[in-house]
């Protein structure tokens, strides 16, 4: 009788690590938990004012979740710091598999101009904040909305629409072998 009682105990705990690790228990570099995909799935429709079937891009918006409270940092591209091109260069590296420039400048020179109407997540924006040329970058997200690094304030989510990114914007771009 208590081998029996033993082997269902172990059957029944089998079976809960097998649906936990479906789930995919996860936990942001603050503790708190990701429980599945559509916890940012949620979290992001609602910041970008889209419906929650729309966030389809989970290893996208799951990677921007995973930078949300880094520093910046000049020159930086991992989650100790990151600067606006680093975080650029580590998004479309991890979710789109391509490998751009690190800088500022080079990736705008290396991306496919395009206009704003006909921009897709994962598209690059390009800012000038000062000085000559453009000088900060951010990935497209939806809804108008892209994630950049700042200086000031690190991880931020801002929209095109605003007046003082209107005022700053200069260009705008896909990346070549980005598959979306």
């Known amino acids: 009788?208590?081998?029996?009682?033993?082997?269902?105990?172990?059957?029944?705990?089998?079976?809960?690590?097998?649906?936990?690790?479906?789930?995919k228990l996860l936990q942001n570099r603050e503790?708190?938990?990701?429980?599945?995909?559509?916890?940012?799935?949620?979290?992001?429709?609602?910041?970008?004012?889209?419906?929650?079937?729309?966030?389809?891009?989970?290893?996208?918006y799951a990677l921007i979740e995973w930078f949300s409270s880094t520093p910046y940092k000049f020159g930086g591209s991992d989650?100790?710091?990151?600067?606006?091109s680093g975080?650029?260069?580590?998004?479309?590296k991890e979710v789109y598999s391509v490998i751009i420039p690190r800088?500022?400048?080079q990736q705008a020179n290396f991306v496919s101009a395009k206009n704003v109407s006909d921009l897709q997540e994962g598209d690059l924006i390009f800012l000038k904040l000062g000085g000559t040329s453009v000088n900060h970058v951010g990935v497209y997200l939806q809804?108008?909305?892209?994630?950049?690094?700042?200086?000031?304030?690190g991880l931020v989510l801002d929209n095109l629409t605003d007046p003082l990114i209107q005022e700053h914007f200069m260009s705008c771009g896909s990346v070549p072998g980005a598959i979306k």
């Open 79 to 84: 989650v100790k710091g990151v600067d606006c």
């Open 1 to 23: 009788m208590k081998l029996i009682r033993s082997a269902l105990a172990m059957v029944f705990l089998l079976s809960a690590f097998s649906s936990l690790a479906q789930t």
């Open 31 to 60: 503790g708190v938990p990701l429980t599945n995909d559509s916890y940012i799935a949620d979290k992001y429709a609602k910041l970008l004012a889209v419906p929650v079937d729309s966030i389809t891009n989970h290893k996208l």
């Open 143 to 153: 809804n108008g909305y892209f994630v950049h690094a700042t200086s000031n304030m």
């Open 103 to 105: 800088s500022t400048l």
């Open 87 to 92: 975080l650029t260069y580590v998004i479309e």
